[in-house]
């Protein structure tokens, strides 16, 4: 491999900026352009449906303002790439500039699904975010649309802000199709508990400026909506270029896509896992965070193959979880239960057939090490001692032969 010396990021986010920020932890002194859509510099978006709707004034960026300059990373921020030529290596921005690169790096995230009535309202941005915060209030009557992990933080977020929430969701649960029943009954106990309204089984048709239609035709007045219908991945560039891609941009475990010299991280990349023996794309922090610097590596021909497990984190009022592993499209997964998850306090396992294939901590702190070390062992030939599993008297490290 042809040591690169012009690099280009297109996306402006978690992935893009740790991409940068690993290109130059690597000694990598040539040329890095990092262009941007967003009029922001990089920041974590976590925070977005939590701490800045309850005003703790977070400003998550990845970076300081000068660690770009610092650095000799050229940020173009406002800058939206409409093109590239993969023949001649250039891609090619809004404005008309063109950006040579040896290699490039395609981070451009996901973008929220929509009703499609134009008062539809999502949260994805900064700007979002702080469109909301001003929008929840003490009496402020919100309908949010999905109850998935955006919609439930928000929820979460405007209740404490003393705002009437209701969800609605075709579903019968929220989460239900992510955690199944078991789980997904702690989530609606804690949101009841709280305040928060359910209208299951049922979807909204319209969005309008001051409420919402639901399928019998019902209408729900609201002085804000937003809809949390998850998102899709940001891969037109990738189609345009004729790439591989699917349900997001193929890559292999180097975050290499189909042409040897463009590369993919964070929520659009679909990668080839080597451990899970499946293509996967994990929409959630942990992984721009970690897929990013590893495409950067691979760039400079110093990839190793991606090992990393999905992994994602929650909270909502006064419940944190985290989660890792994966369970197949499918599989048919057994729920058991190392704790009280009526009190919200315990560890879930996923199990399929004779392996852990993931676990969840709720409310229940440093334990993700060795859940992540029982769902490897399954993946790697090891075993794990199952009828212990639910035994707090043992502990999880015991657990594997
Ligand atoms: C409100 C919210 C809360 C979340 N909370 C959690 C959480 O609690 N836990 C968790 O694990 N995950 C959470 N996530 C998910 C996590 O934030 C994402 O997985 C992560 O941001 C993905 O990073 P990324 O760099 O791939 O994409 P992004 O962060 O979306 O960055 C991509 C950037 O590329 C830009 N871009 C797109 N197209 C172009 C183009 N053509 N040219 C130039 N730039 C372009 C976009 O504008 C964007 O700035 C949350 C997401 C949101 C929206």
Known sequence: MTPPESIVIAGGGLAGAKAAETLREEGFG???????????????????????????????????ESWYAEHDVDLRLGAVVTGMDRKNHVVRT???????????????????????????????????????????????????????????????????????????TPDSLPLRKVLGDTVAEVFADLHRAHGVEFRFGTHVREVLPDGVIVADDTRIDA???????????????????????????????????????????????????????????VEHWGN????????????????????????????QFDLGMEYAGWVPPGAEARVVVRGDLAAREGIVFWLVGDRVAAGMNLNVWDVQEQIQALVRAGLTGGKVDLDRLTDPSVPLEDLIA
Request: proline share 7%; aromatic share 6%; charged share 25%.
């Open 30 to 64: 040539g040329r890095i352009t990092l262009l941007g859509a967003e009029l922001i510099r990089p920041y974590e978006r976590p925070p977005l449906s939590k701490g800045r709707l309850l005003g703790t004034g977070e400003e998550p960026f990845v970076h300081d």
């Open 94 to 168: 809004a404005s008309g500039e063109d950006v040579a690169y040896d290699r490039l790096l395609l981070a451009t995230g996901a973008t929220p699904r929509r009703i499609g009535t134009p008062a539809d309202s999502t949260l994805r941005t900064w700007p979002d975010s702080d469109r909301f915060a001003a929008a929840i209030d003490k009496g402020t009557r919100l309908v949010i649309v999905g109850a998935g992990w955006i919609g439930l933080e928000v929820a979460s977020a405007a209740r404490q802000r003393g705002a009437h929430v209701t969800v609605v």
């Open 223 to 281: 002085d804000a909506v937003l809809v949390a219908i998850g998102a899709t991945p940001s891969i037109d560039l990738a189609v345009e270029a004729g790439l591989a891609t699917g349900d997001g941009v193929h890559v292999d475990a180097l975050h290499t896509t189909s042409d040897p010299d463009i590369f993919a991280a964070g929520d659009i990349a679909a990668v080839e896992h080597p451990l899970l023996k499946a293509r996967v794309r």
């Open 288 to 315: 721009a965070l970690d897929s990013g610097p590893a495409a950067a590596r691979a760039m400079l021909g110093r990839g190793t193959p991606w090992e990393k497990l999905p992994y994602f984190f929650t909270d």
